[in-house]
């Protein structure tokens, strides 16, 4: 079967088959229930479906989800799962702003995912770093869940903590970028960089800053937004402002032009929470442009005025094709040398673009 396009990253399913016997002291229970328990990162309605299919079978014989399962039973279920994870070094040009035999600073341009996970296992700035740095073949990475049903939301969350703590995984990402997000990275090229930088952005003596389009006209030259940011209620493939169950984050603004339906702003990281910046402007009912995630890929400015700018407004969807994000500016402190460095990424193409088609003489 032909792969759509947004499936061509994700790696041909294989069959896997599981082979159970119940044992003597084994309490009758319904077969999907004793499946979903006893197949790792299995779902019910994922065994549900493998039942319904033919996939299940009790001694030989295909049975529905409601038969208990006895001592004695020889149960199997065959399932599709993807393959085993693997880093794959690729030749992937970089655009480098700094680097040294200790870290380097890239530019990611928007589009790239940060590091492999489920649906992104190859072209990911993990990959172009692994062939950068020499490494020429694929390093298997084991016990990855790479469940197409996850609850987690996005390619920055998956399996993060494991990927980046496994001893055969030497590009050391320190913080992260969303796909669609461009701009400055800092990447450790040694545990003892990364642990010392991951401390400095834990502790918030880093600098980042950020520019983003965000629909409207903001009204305050200034200000700071402090809320609790958490799993959306309605939605949990995002993030919201909640009262409760959420981290504090503090984001800085200030407008850096304003145009008859769109700002520049600056926004700057006190904290670090997924999304900040995008659930933060949209509080302020400025989501950024073309941010499909939290409504900015439709007008979400009520005050146009003619039909003339209603048509550019949609002129400058049909340029900024993501969330119109760029982290402009990264700062730190060298861990090795102690030197304070500082590094700007000019405005990347699309963001140009809007703002020459909106610019008044």
Not at 267 to 279: A, N, P, Y
Request: charge should be negative; include cysteine; proline fraction near 5%.
């Amino acid at each position: 079967m032909e792969r759509s396009e947004d499936k061509k990253n994700y790696p041909d399913y294989i069959e896997k088959i599981y082979n159970f016997i119940i044992p003597s002291g084994q309490r009758p229970e319904r077969v999907d229930m004793f499946l979903t328990e006893a197949i790792p990162n299995a779902t019910r309605s994922k065994v549900q479906a493998a039942i319904d299919a033919g996939n299940v079978t009790i001694n030989g014989k295909i049975h529905k989800s409601s038969r208990k399962i006895q001592p004695g039973d020889v149960v199997q279920c065959s399932v599709m799962k993807p393959p085993p994870m693997e880093l794959l070094p690729e030749n992937i040009p970089l655009d480098i702003a700094y680097e040294d035999e200790y870290l380097l600073v890239v530019n990611k341009p928007a589009g790239m995912v940060t590091h492999p996970g489920f649906g992104n296992r190859y072209g990911t700035l993990v990959n172009a770093l692994l062939y950068h740095f020499g490494q020429r073949e694929a390093i298997p990475i084991e016990d990855i869940n790479d469940d197409e049903e996850s609850e987690i939301e996005s390619d920055e969350d998956r399996e993060t903590t494991y990927i980046y703590n496994t001893d055969a995984i030497r590009p050391g990402i320190v913080h992260r970028l969303d796909k669609e997000t461009s701009g400055l990275l800092v990447v450790a090229k040694n545990s003892f960089i990364h642990a010392a930088l991951a401390k400095q952005f834990f502790e918030h003596t880093t600098q980042r800053e950020y520019n983003a389009i965000v629909w409207g006209i903001v009204k305050e030259n200034e200000g700071r937004i402090e809320s609790n940011i958490g799993r959306s209620p309605r939605d949990r493939k995002k993030f919201a402002v909640v009262e409760k169950d959420g981290k504090l984050a503090i984001t800085d603004y200030s407008v850096i032009e304003r145009h008859e339906f769109l700002t520049l702003v600056r926004f700057k990281l006190h904290t670090g929470r997924t999304h900040q910046i995008r659930v933060h402007a949209t509080s302020m009912h400025h989501p950024l442009l073309g941010d499909s995630t939290y409504g900015g890929n439709t007008i979400a400015y009520g005050g146009l005025k003619n039909t003339t700018q209603k048509s550019l407004a949609l002129k400058c969807l049909d340029v900024m094709q993501r969330q119109a994000l760029h982290a402009r500016t990264l700062g730190f402190t060298h861990p090795h040398t102690g030197v304070r460095l500082e590094f700007e990424a000019e405005l990347p193409a699309d963001f140009k673009q809007i703002l020459t088609m909106v610019h008044k003489d």
